[in-house]
């Protein structure tokens, strides 16, 4: 298994054991305008879009009665995906991403939001969860090195003061949260 494979392997059981405690979920999550259910909405429909525009493969619609079931029908679709190593190492045809490989480019972009949106969630439901310490110091670094583009994109708000040593706590106050 690669060492993308095993950590969206890990991160979405984590995202699991969360979606699980949830029982608010119209709860106001830490993202300004999202309840709860609009984070597990959006980490459930912007993948296959940006992976059927970018390679050969495809994801199927989530489905499911509970977002629990859903949610394990799309980790379960992404960690097959991984485990492949001939679709995990499929080149990204368009985009920013072109000529990298599909799995990594999931990782980089989608196993690393659901890390920060585990966070969210967590917090809209007053659960606590435990995160990976050392991926979110690793995540930190490599967006400062990009913050003005993570800026411009508008998919992150300008980054909260925290006085928190914690690394996650850090991760989420440079994305915008209010830690």
Do not use: C
């Amino acid at each position: 298994m690669t060492a993308a494979a095993e950590r969206h392997q890990q991160f979405a059981a984590t995202f699991a054991s969360v979606i699980e405690a949830t029982t608010d979920w119209d709860a106001q999550s830490p993202v300004p305008d999202w309840k709860a259910k609009d984070v597990v909405d959006h980490l459930l429909g912007w993948l296959p879009p940006l992976v059927s525009a970018w390679s050969t493969t495809s994801l199927a619609d989530a489905s499911g009665d509970t977002a629990a079931e859903r949610w394990a029908g799309r980790a379960a679709e992404v960690q097959t995906l991984l485990d492949d190593p001939a679709r995990s190492a499929e080149p990204v045809s368009t985009g920013p991403f072109a000529g990298q490989p599909l799995g990594d480019v999931i990782d980089r972009i989608y196993v690393s939001d659901i890390f920060m949106h585990t966070w969210d969630l967590a917090r809209a439901g007053g659960i606590t969860v435990q995160l990976d310490p050392d991926f979110a110091r690793q995540m930190l670094a490599g967006m400062r090195e990009i913050e003005s583009v993570l800026r411009e994109s508008g998919q992150y708000g300008p980054a909260t003061h925290t006085d928190s040593t914690d690394p996650v706590d850090q991760l989420m106050a440079f994305v915008g949260r209010q830690v």
